[in-house]
């Protein structure tokens, strides 16, 4: 798969059940290690960082509906 997102613009990632949607995201996340391949962001390849370098980075998941908050 190969994308580009620019700035103020939306990407909407469709399929059925299995496509590999949430394996998609949580490999941009660096949740999961990209098995082949390169993930650049802001022009630097960001395949080898090690998770918690990815949100310093400013890339994260935002789960909906989840109720992570206890109210």
Do not use: W, Y
Not at 20 to 45: S, Y
């Amino acid at each position: 798969m190969s994308f580009e997102l620019r700035a103020r613009k939306l990407l909407g990632i469709v399929g059925p059940n299995g496509a590999g949607k949430t394996t998609l995201i949580n490999t941009l996340a660096g949740v999961l290690r990209a098995q082949a391949g390169h993930i650049v962001f802001e022009g630097r390849d960001i395949t080898a960082l090690a998770a918690h370098r990815f949100c310093e980075a400013g890339i994260a998941i935002v789960p909906e509906g989840r109720r992570l908050l206890a109210r």
